[in-house]
Structure formats: structure tokens, C-alpha cells
């Protein structure tokens, strides 16, 4: 047995698991997280899956990967890798300008023969020279072979023995990270509860891995992580299409609603339907449309008759859902419409990260059509501004946009199980709490402008509404020109009060430095990396990011005024930079803008941050 | 209608609402807003039980003109929101107006689903064969060569045949009626509210203003007997002025005979059946027209039992609900894979 030649501390690091799709790359990936948080680290992960559903097997196009970053102090899925586990030759090639030059690359040299080379158009049989991986240590290990050896046993077929391997690589790395298998063996017999001998195999194959790195001459360089002591709880990983699901149910159990989406499949959305769908126990009602247009118009049904409804999207479908969210703002009905953002224009990159609907949210309909925009900052984050969404829209009888994105809706954390006696009631805008003599459709509430929400079906409380322009006083069809007027204004109050209601933003990082860093949405993980590590630095800046974006938090200007310089980094060419010059003239405002549909690289906020302090 | 034995507790004021009707004077619009609360009456809904939703038209300014919950949406859609409040809170009586071009152009996607889901609520299409709101355009429904503000040579493209729609998408409920037959028009009001599924009434109805007398070969009084026949369930399908005309089989088709000659008798007249589950001979009766020497069909031409979308949707929660432990989203996440920090 050897001894691992280098033990380096770190307080943070990043693994990759790459294969084909078939692999099992996600699994290893999901388990060796989990392991990592129950051992005390915080987690970030984003699982990177190709467009194709199953392309041919060791191809390029084919390569699925598990990204997962865990330490102390994560805020995001990490940039570069430390370790690359790569199942064959294309996924070493799919990542090879993603590894840091120390890095540690586990490879199954089984499948690096030479017509899986071919596959991956090597031109060369090295591919580590042919990518210049000439400073990252190879662990070359026959996975495949000692994967069938170990379970030469059992009464398993050829095929579902080979399917294991990537425990024997899960095996590995907990072995090079000084990781105990014990919990893992827990997750996996839990895991395959109705199949013992899956379960066996697992577990058997991940004890060689661990073994074979125990027991045979390895010799790399390895991290202990650090650990920090957690919240007391309970825990699970959760992504953000998951979180906003539970966020949306949340809200529904504590306003007493019956939850119900209408929803119509897309990309990167879909996982909000399926997780929905999924809990009939909670009386959750579902409706698939026959498109998108039909998905919000049968969630705007639904809220008339008095459910807290839901539709689920992406950009193309809220493209297609404008006219009836216009609809929602007219009749003023309570809906919450999520749009996880995907690369745009048209069909674009369905399976890419961008924050490029904004403007599409904030004014994509016809007319003077204020509405609610708020948006989700981290996986986790999604279940409180999901929470949110439906606590502004019950309350405010409103349509409210959730603006998330494909890089938090499929990108995990753990997630501490919230106790839900923390979060604030919530209590819907409804008749019951109409004070005054004979309700009309045309009642408001004097505190937030809210006209009184009374569900189909409720006695004694009969009315007509729709989409045409209605009487201030009394809610019959009005083309009065001065009551327009009277309606677009008090429309537009209505949302521009909601900013009482709201929690006010908060600046962190080094809250006296003259530079202010701005940011909205699914790029926070990001920034307060960029921001964290600067204030170890000379060069130190403040960090101000948004999840309610319209109405704004009402202390926005009086934050933003208090800086030399403020940068304004967003995934688009510069949507909310614009937004906020509107709101507030001659804010000292540089963009920082990127449209490639990947996260931001900390590194490279770091290098523009410290570029614009100079 | 023998079935309702309702106590009357609402009379049509119950169902009317303080809204000054707006529809141009003549239009058919009227009756059918008269028919519609002739049938509350017979039916005895609670008004705050009814919902009425509509898209854009002019008669999806319906829901104005009734004292229940009404909602006039957008142009094509009203298929859709019905079917959110009906499958939200299926205990509702939903009732959907809308016209040829909402529901046959614009809203054909949401027609044809919500008819192949079944959902619980009744469909008053309006079809005066034209666009009246956006002043005389020809519609989805108008014939081929018919000279609009849209088409002033003739248009050049074949029209959509309600029941055709209705039941290619596995519809279990078409009733034909004329706007101002207000009796028989009640009476198909009155048999889509009971039918349980999505219940598809084409009311053929009168544009005064852009599109007069588009039904006037049809049902002028005049020659009204003899060109339409008034099916009803378990009776001989008879028609004319001297009710001497039947419909028969012949070979793979129906055709029209008179009592008496060329051999037929009352026995060789088919006995109309709404309720059978193969649609080949309804969709034969809707097919009906004078130009083919048949007449038309008016009354309830299909009538078929099918699971509805919004009961099924609420029975699957309530099994669920029946079986598990699961009560709060707590339980739920606390169910699945967790792990504690001490």
C-alpha cells in the first residue's frame, strides 16, 4: 500500500463526472454530493446534459457530465475542475478546457482503446498530449474489467454487471478524498430497496473501488476539504425547478388554497410540471395543455374559481402566453407565472442558461400592463421567491412573474427542510376581507389598491369581469376616456405599492468600497464568489442583488446613489442595466454582459471587477 | 325535460343581470340569451353556481347580460379558461358562448381539446357564418365563394362543419338548433347542461347587420318543415309540413322517402338514437343539408355517456388521497431521501 504523496487542504473544490449518457454519471455524481454535505460541506451542483436524448455511444455529442463544487463557503457549481473522472475518451475531450492544470483526471482505460479514440476523433493515439494534458496527473485504472471481475458471482446478466462501473469510480474518489463509504452504502441500498441484488452489486463494486485505491500503488496528490458545522435539521439536495414546486405548495398550504397548474411542456421548465404532477397526495391539480396558450388561460380559470394557479414556462412559451397574462392584469386575478429562462432568441439554446426574458417580463403585452417581476437567485432560493410569487399575487391579486433559469432550475444544493411557522402568513386579497357595504367587482383595498378577489361558486357574490376596460366605481364595460386614465394609473399603483410590502435590499460584501456590483436572478452564486474573494484583496466591492425587480425594493436608489461606480453584470446585453437607468437618472453604470449561454466564470468577473477599479 | 321536478325558486330575473344589452336590434343574440335563461329557470341552478365564459365576439358579450359569475376572456380562449374553472371546482355549472370565429379560427386548438377531454361544461357556438364584431369578414364556417369585406371576389377555401370538428374529436354531446325556435332551443340548453361531458350546441343564428337571412333557406317559416327535421331520442325521424317524409337506410346511406310511396311505410323510417356510442350515423345526420335533398337536423343529434376529464382528474387525487400518509408538503419532503445535521 502507498500513501497518497500530497495532502493539500483546500477549503473548496470541484469534481466532475463525465460518460456517456447511459453511464451513470449523474448517480455517482448525486451520491458523492450528498455524501459531502452529510459530512459537513455545503454543496453546489449542475448536472450538464447533452441536447441529444441519446446520441451514439462515445461520441462527442453524447457526453452527459455532473458538476459538483463542495466546501466551506459554495456559492455556485464551481468553475474548472480539480478532479475529472472521464468514463471514456470523448468526455475527456468534452472537458478538457475545463480542468485546472494540477488536476487530478480518472480515466477507465478499457474504454480508451483505439476505436473509442476514433469515436471521439482523435487523430493520435495519446489524447492526453493530442489536448496538451500534460500537467494534470492520470489515474489510469481498467474500471470495466475489475467491475465484471468483482462480480463475477453474482447472477447478473453481462450487461447490468458493466452498468455498475461507475461505482467502481465513485469508489475511487471517496478513496482520494478520505471519504467513509458507509453513508454511500445506506443511500444505495435505500436507493435499490426493491432490487437486493442490484443493490448488492452496487455496494460490492464500490467497496473494490475503494479498495483498489486503498491497496495498489496510486500515487496522486490529494484534498482534504474542510468541513464546517451546519445548521441543525434536516436535509435533502434539492434543484430549482424542484425547490419552486415545493415553494408553490408551500404557499398554497398556508393560504388554504387548492394549488393548480396549467402547464404545457418545455425546456428547461418541464421538471415543474412532472414535480407537480407528482403530488396528488397534496390535492395538487395538474392540467397538460394543448399549448401554451391554453396552459395559462386554464390557470387564469383556475383563479377565478378561487385556486392559487400556476403556469410553467420558458421564453418561447411566454412569448406565447403575453395576450392572457395581459388578461390577468385587466381582470386582476391572482396568477403566478414561472418562466425558467433558456438561451433565446426563437427555439435558441432550449438547454442553455440565459437571463435574457427580462424585458419580455417586464413588457412583453400590449398596452400599459404593469405587472409583478421577481426572480430566483440560487436552487435553493427558488422556494422562497417561489413562496413569495404566490404570497404577492394572493395578496395583491396580481399576476406575478418568477423569472428563474436553466442554470438554477437544474442545478442542486442541499437544502435545509424549512420549518414553515418562519415564513409570513399569507392571506389572500379575498371578500372575507371586505369591510364595506355592498361589494362590487370594483372594491379596493385602501392599503394596496387590490381589488377584492371573490371565487366563482361563492354566494352572494356574483360579478362579470374580463378583458375589456371597466368603471372605477362601479366595474360595468367603461370607454369613458378620463376613467382609462383613472384605471392605467391606478393599475400602475397598485404595483408600484407592492414595494411596501417587500423586503428591502441588502448589500454585502465590502459595503464601503465606492464600487457596487449589481445583479439579479440565477447569477448570485456567481457574484458573491467574485465579490467574497476580492474582499480578501486590496481591490474591494459591494455586492447589491435583486430578486424583486418590479416593483423595485424602495430603498434601491438611496443604495445605488451611495457609489463611485456601479457594475451591472447580467446574462444578456445589459436588460436590467437599461431597466434601472429609466428608474433613476445618471447612475454611474458600467455592464458587465454575457450571452453564451453558460454561468458566469468567477475568474473572469474577478479580472473585469478589478480591471474597472483600477 | 320531464326530469326536472326542481322546485322554481328562481324565475329569469334571478338569471338576468342590470346590464343594458348592447347586441344591434334583430340579432339572434337576443333569443339565445333568452333561451339560455328560460333553461336556468327549467335547470334551477344556484345563479352563484353558474359560471358563464366567454372569448371575443359579439356573442361572447353574453356573460354581461346574466346574473351569475361570468368572465368574458380573449379572442379564441374561452374553451381553455372554462375548463381551468370547471376542472378547478367541478361542482360548477360552466357554460362557454362563443361564435364561429372564436371557437372555429382562432380557438380551434382549445375547441377540439377541450371536446376530446370531456370536460363537464356546455359550448353555445354561435355560427352566423361570419365576423360581425370586426364588421364583415368571412368566417371558418362561410361557404366556398361567399363575398365578404375580406373576400370580395368569393373566397376560395371550404368551410369547417361544426359537428365534423365536434366529433372528430371524439365529442359526446352535439345538439343543432335555430335562434329563433326558442322552444327546441331551451330544450337543447336544457339537455346539454344534464348531459354529463362537454356538450357542443350549434345554434344557427341570424347576423342582421352583416350577414342577414344566412339561414333563411333553412328556417323561414315558410319552408321551415320541410327542411329541417326535429330529431328526438326513441321517435321516428319524420319531418314536413304533413310530417309524411322520413328518413331511411339505403345501402350505405340515408335517404329521404315519403310515407306511403314507392312501397315505405312509417316502418321503414329509422328510430333516432342519440345514445349509441358509434358516431357514423349522428355525424350522417349532422351532414344533412338541402342541397343534397336531405333537410337539416335540429335537436340533439348526439347524446353518448364518456368519462369527464374534471371528475376523473379530482377521483385520481381523492384515490391518492385515500392511500397516503402524506397530508402537509412536510411529510412529503421529510418521505424522501433526507439526512440529519445533529
Known sequence: ?614 | MDTITNPIVHDTRSYKSDQYVRWCPGCGDHAVLTCLHKAMVILQIEPHNLAAISGIGCSSRLPYYMNTYGFHTIHGRGAAVATGVKVAKPELSVWLTTGDGDSLAIGGNHFIHTIRRNVDINILLLNNKIYGLTKGQYSPTSDRGFVSKSSPYGTVEDPFHPIELALGARGTFFARCIDIDLKNTTDAFVQAEQHKGTSVVEVLQNCVIFNDNIHKEIVDKAYRDDRTILLKQGEKMIFGANMDKGLVRDGFNLKVVTIGQDGYTIEDVLVHDATTQDNILHLKLGLMAPENGFPVAIGVIRNVEGLCYDQEVKKMIDDVQVKTKVRTLNDFLMSGEVWEVK
Open chain 1, 1 to 614: 500500500m502507498l500513501e497518497k504523496i500530497q495532502v493539500n487542504d483546500v477549503q473548496d473544490i470541484v469534481i466532475r463526472f463525465s460518460g456517456d449518457s447511459g453511464d451513470g454519471m449523474q448517480l455517482s455524481g448525486t451520491l458523492f454530493s450528498n455524501l459531502s454535505a452529510i459530512l459537513g460541506n455545503q454543496i453546489s451542483t449542475f448536472p450538464d446534459f447533452p441536447a441529444e436524448i441519446r446520441a451514439p455511444q462515445g461520441t462527442l455529442s453524447g457526453v452527459s457530465g455532473f458538476q459538483m463544487h463542495i466546501g466551506t463557503q459554495v456559492y455556485n457549481s464551481g468553475d474548472k475542475a480539480d478532479v475529472l473522472v472521464a468514463m471514456n475518451p470523448a468526455a475527456l475531450k468534452v472537458n478538457a478546457n475545463q480542468l485546472k492544470t494540477n488536476s487530478i483526471i480518472l480515466v477507465d482505460t478499457d474504454s480508451f482503446q483505439k476505436r473509442d479514440l476514433e469515436k471521439a476523433l482523435f487523430k493520435t493515439e495519446d489524447p492526453f498530449l493530442e489536448l496538451g494534458l500534460t500537467t494534470q496527473q492520470i489515474v489510469a485504472i481498467p474500471i470495466t474489467t475489475l467491475t465484471k471481475d468483482s462480480l463475477a458471482a453474482f447472477e447478473l446478466d453481462m450487461k447490468s454487471k458493466i452498468r455498475c462501473k461507475n461505482m467502481f469510480a465513485l469508489g475511487v474518489v471517496c478513496w482520494l478524498f478520505n471519504r467513509p463509504i458507509d453513508i454511500v452504502n445506506e443511500m444505495l441500498s435505500t436507493k435499490f430497496s426493491k432490487k437486493p441484488v442490484l443493490a448488492d452489486a452496487n455496494l460490492q463494486v464500490l467497496a473494490n473501488g475503494y479498495n483498489y485505491g486503498h491497496n495498489t500503488s496510486l500515487s496522486v496528490s490529494s484534498y482534504r476539504v474542510d468541513t464546517l458545522q451546519m445548521d441543525k435539521g434536516y436535509y435533502m439536495d434539492v434543484n430549482g425547478n424542484s425547490a419552486t414546486a415545493f415553494g408553490l405548495i408551500a404557499a398554497a398550504e398556508k393560504a388554504n388554497l387548492q394549488l393548480f397548474l396549467g402547464s404545457y411542456p418545455i425546456t428547461p421548465a418541464t421538471d415543474i410540471l412532472h414535480e407537480l404532477v407528482k403530488r396528488k397526495d397534496l390535492g395538487v391539480k395538474v392540467v397538460q395543455a394543448e399549448d401554451e396558450i391554453a396552459g395559462i388561460c386554464i390557470a387564469i380559470g383556475a383563479s377565478f374559481a378561487g385556486s392559487l394557479a400556476v403556469t410553467s414556462t420558458s421564453g418561447p412559451g411566454l412569448a406565447l402566453k403575453g395576450e392572457a397574462i395581459g388578461l390577468a392584469v385587466m381582470a386582476e386575478l391572482p396568477l403566478v407565472i414561472v418562466d425558467v429562462q433558456r438561451g433565446g432568441p426563437s427555439t435558441g439554446l432550449p438547454t442553455k442558461t440565459e437571463q435574457t426574458d427580462l424585458r419580455q417580463a417586464l413588457y412583453g403585452r400590449n398596452g400599459e400592463s404593469p405587472i409583478v417581476v421577481i426572480a430566483g437567485s440560487s436552487p435553493t432560493n427558488c422556494f422562497d421567491t417561489a413562496y413569495w410569487a404566490s404570497k404577492i399575487a394572493l395578496e395583491h391579486i396580481t399576476p406575478v412573474i418568477l423569472l428563474t433559469d436553466s442554470y438554477i432550475a437544474n442545478g442542486s444544493s442541499s437544502w435545509k427542510i424549512p420549518n414553515m411557522e418562519e415564513y409570513p402568513s399569507i392571506k389572500p386579497n379575498d371578500i372575507s376581507l371586505y369591510t364595506g357595504d355592498e361589494w362590487t367587482v370594483a372594491a379596493r383595498n385602501e392599503d394596496n389598491y387590490a381589488r377584492y378577489w371573490a371565487p366563482a361558486g361563492t354566494e352572494g357574490y356574483t360579478h362579470r369581469i374580463g378583458g375589456l376596460e371597466r368603471d372605477y366605481f362601479t366595474g360595468a364595460i367603461s370607454t369613458d376616456p378620463d376613467n382609462h386614465q383613472k384605471m392605467v394609473d391606478t393599475r400602475q399603483a397598485k404595483i408600484d405599492r407592492i414595494a411596501d410590502f417587500i423586503p428591502e435590499l441588502e448589500v454585502l460584501g465590502d459595503t464601503d468600497s465606492k464600487t457596487l456590483v449589481v445583479g439579479w436572478g440565477g447569477t448570485y452564486g456567481h457574484l458573491r464568489e467574485a465579490v467574497e474573494e476580492m474582499s480578501k484583496g486590496e481591490n474591494k466591492v459591494a455586492l447589491a442583488h435583486f430578486n424583486f425587480i418590479s416593483p423595485l425594493p424602495r430603498n434601491t436608489e438611496s443604495v445605488l446613489r451611495k457609489y463611485d461606480k456601479i457594475i451591472v453584470a447580467e446574462q444578456n446585453n445589459g436588460q436590467f442595466a437599461g431597466y434601472l437607468s429609466e428608474k433613476f437618472n445618471n447612475l454611474p453604470m458600467i455592464k458587465y454582459n454575457k450571452v453564451n449561454g453558460q454561468p458566469f466564470v468567477v475568474s473572469d468577473l474577478i479580472d473585469f471587477f478589478t480591471q474597472e477599479i483600477k
